[in-house]
């Protein structure tokens, strides 16, 4: 995902900016919004006679209760975010407690994406960054200011401590809890914009490394609030049964012995499926195993089958004469390649594949009248609102959102599907909550899976080897004409998700970039990374055959395409310095692959073996460096790359959904094969920030190498055999060492 909106303007008004004072505290927001809680060990709203308000709460024992905006889903930004805030506002960390947001895009919308509440497409830090710290500075003039007046000094003469507003010529200060409990406030209110914030050397919590994630206790202890744990008085169970091919619907039902299931309350024909009401989730699932139903067979994904359809994209890769929607134009990119000395051309394919949260799809609604209520773990809490709205038959100000935590998310938990599970069956119940919890074999076959797309790279070499013009056309199916369609639409059926990582910054002189759509009848959908991790396969792949062409260094090729970017230049000599690139290896070899993906610079090496009887590739170890600019939590970075190196690495390896006749053949994880815990490489991860930069997005960012990596360490190793299908399954190694 990209993020197309300029961020909201960066000085805090008056009117943008209230304050509310109570007999407890004050309260310092951009409007006011009830609190809402996740747990009481990671999240206390403060208790006083006052309404907590948008993002900082301070009662009267000190307690500073920050807005999370976004969804946790492993990734770290309960703490990142509120962290901005209490960094600029001089909050002591200790006293800190994070609530998480209600559903409210005009007061929690991300300025960076689209004003929305969406967390995805590693947007969150990049989106918030400025405005939480902007929050923060406001926050601490307002306490600068109530105090000045208390004290009756200058508020010049004041500063700040974490906590405390000191006044260093008299010897006093007044902590935030005693301003909260009687301060007065400043009339006109004090406006903050960025020559308020805090410079990179005095920062307190920015950049270190022991500050601890607030959601990791409660999940030690086993009290996180997944949207899995939801429990509510008078609770009913759901599920349903959806068709083995999707598009198509229910002709006939026979629910007899479905209903003859002890505790089955009701059976609910869908346009899409057939739904189960029961008071145990054993009594849905029985019944839907019970159901009888008769599908129809028009709908246009029945003549989806996977493995034709790849060979199929490849081919209209490859037909130039195909046209595609210019998604980059640089230079005449056609002539030069007619007119080049040596034309090397190369197709990539990637299969589908899955999400594999850890906690399946799920959630709870409850439908009172024209009035809805959904606890769910979603990326997407606007949109749940909207999603719930239509299912309900109401407006989406009829609609409050619960955000729990997320057992992962990847992409898969920005859609409407399991949200309008719930509150269709919700609604056949008024006034009862509806559970909707998705089984594993639900989840494995009927995702919104990673589009299945074919590459066609061609770049033409002049007489010394040099590049004189880069074609990439990228053929697949489209997640934004679903998704985003009036964007597509305006972008004239261009879908920039799916050709991420093809506009790159390497120097080239001429490079176009096409998309050539397909619509084969299967919804598909964001998958970690998108499309940085299935282009960079092409992308970092070629660049290493170029310069095998060539006769160079593949590092040394690299840092010379990569000439005045000092950013990128530097996290690849440090990672090869990491791997001991030089030095030779018995029976293994190293491979490397750079990404300027989400604002970030990250490279990678992996070391990698191979049984040639077999076809089996053993990763042994991945060497990454990640700058990641402005590195609020390193020690999260280093987590979330090494996490997103595992799932890049699961993904080229193993991972596949493969569709015939428009029916998924895998069912859970038996038969979707992904890394094994003894087959996990070491990994070695570096953070090198660069604090006058921005940060970048960084859960996804460590995907998209590790790939590209593996394929260049196979053909070094095996003297040039290239590997150009994801995943790397043995039966296509070895086809390709037969080849």
Not at 72 to 80: L, S
Not at 216 to 222: A, F, I, L, T
Not at 557 to 570: D, I, T, V, Y
Not at 649 to 661: D, F, K, P, R, T
Request: with cysteine; aromatic share 6%.
């Amino acid at each position: 995902m990209t993020a197309y909106l300029e961020p909201r303007t960066t000085a805090l008004s008056r009117r943008s900016f209230l304050v509310t004072l109570g007999g407890a505290g004050i309260a310092v927001a951009f409007a006011s919004a009830p609190a809402l809680l996740l747990a009481p060990e990671v999240a206390e709203a403060a208790a006083g006679g006052f309404t907590p308000n948008a993002w900082v709460t301070i009662t009267a024992d000190g307690t500073v209760s920050l807005i999370s905006p976004a969804s946790e889903m492993g990734q770290g930004v309960m703490t990142a975010l509120p962290l901005l805030i209490a960094e600029d506002m001089d909050a002591d960390w200790e006293k800190v407690r994070v609530v998480q947001a209600p559903s409210d895009a005009e007061t929690y919308g991300n300025p960076g994406f689209y004003g929305i509440q969406l967390t995805g497409g590693s947007e969150t830090m990049r989106g918030y960054y400025q405005l939480l710290r902007l929050v923060g500075a406001q926050t601490r003039k307002v306490l600068l200011a109530a105090a000045a007046e208390r004290l009756n000094v200058p508020v010049g003469e004041l500063a700040t401590e974490p906590g405390r507003v000191v006044h260093a010529r008299s010897g006093r200060s007044l902590g935030y809890g005693e301003i909260a409990a009687t301060g007065s406030l400043p009339d006109p209110l004090p406006q903050a914009t960025e020559a308020d914030l805090k410079p990179a050397d005095q920062w307190r919590y920015i950049g270190r490394h022991d500050v601890d994630r607030v959601d990791v206790p409660s999940k030690v202890n086993g009290t996180a609030r997944f949207g899995i744990d939801v429990t509510l008085p008078g609770m009913l169970h759901g599920a349903v049964l959806r068709p083995p091919v999707p598009g198509e619907r229910p002709e006939s039902i026979d629910d007899t012995a479905a209903k003859a299931v002890k505790g089955v309350t009701r059976i609910v024909p869908l346009p899409y499926g057939v739904g189960i009401i029961g008071e145990s989730t054993d009594a849905v699932r029985r019944a839907k195993e019970a159901l009888a139903v008769t599908w129809s067979s028009s709908a246009k994904a029945r003549a989806y089958d996977s493995a034709a359809l790849a060979e199929a994209y490849r081919a209209a890769g490859r037909d130039l004469a195909q046209a595609g929607v210019p998604a980059h134009a640089q230079g005449d990119a056609t002539a030069a390649i007619a007119g080049a000395a040596r034309v090397i051309a190369a197709d990539y394919l990637t299969d589908h594949v899955y999400h594999a949260t850890m906690e399946p799809m799920n959630a709870t609604a409850l439908v009172t009248g024209d009035t809805v209520e959904v606890w769910a773990p979603t990326q997407g809490p606007t949109a749940t609102l909207r999603f719930a709205a239509a299912a309900a038959g109401t407006s989406p100000d009829k609609v409050k959102v619960h955000t729990t935590l997320l057992g992962g998310g990847f992409g898969r938990r920005a859609e409407d599907d399991f949200i309008t599970d719930a509150v269709l069956l919700a609604k056949e119940v008024e006034g009862r909550p509806v559970k909707l919890v998705w089984s594993r074999e639900d989840d494995v076959q009927h995702g919104k899976y990673r589009p299945l797309a074919a590459q066609h790279v061609e770049v033409g070499l002049d007489a010394t080897g040099r590049i004189v013009g880069w074609r990439h056309r990228v053929v697949a199916d489209s997640i934004f004409a679903r998704t985003m369609p009036e964007m597509f639409k305006g972008d004239g059926g261009l879908d920039t998700v799916v050709t991420d990582s093809t506009i790159f910054n390497y120097r080239v002189p001429a490079h176009l970039v096409e998309y050539i759509r397909q619509d084969s009848g299967r919804d598909v959908g964001f998958w970690r990374a998108v499309g940085y991790g299935q282009n960079n396969f092409g992308v970092e792949c070629t660049i290493d055959e170029v310069a095998s062409a060539r006769g160079v260094d593949p590092v040394a090729f690299r840092l010379e395409l990569l000439s005045g970017e000092p950013r990128a230049q530097k996290v690849i000599e440090a990672v090869a310095a990491m791997a001991q690139w030089q030095r030779p290896r018995e029976g293994r070899a190293l491979g490397i692959a750079y990404t300027d993906a989400f604002g970030a610079h990250c490279a990678e090496v992996a070391e990698v073996s191979l049984d040639r009887e077999s076809g089996e590739i053993r990763l042994h170890d991945v060497w990454c460096v990640v700058d990641p600019g402005v590195a609020v939590q390193p020690r999260n970075i280093e987590a979330q790359v090494t996490g997103a190196i595992l799932f890049g690495a699961s993904h080229a390896l193993y991972e596949q959904i493969n569709i015939v006749g428009g029916q998924v053949q895998e069912t859970n994880f038996d038969t979707y094969r992904i890394l094994r815990m003894s087959e996990m490489p070491r990994i070695h991860v570096k953070v090198t920030p660069t604090p006058e930069n921005k940060p970048a997005g960084i859960g996804e960012v460590g995907l998209p190498p590790v790939g590209p990596a593996i394929a260049n360490a196979v053909a070094r190793l095996t003297g040039g055999v290239r590997l150009r299908h994801y995943p790397f399954l043995p039966e296509r190694v070895k086809a390709a060492l037969a080849g």
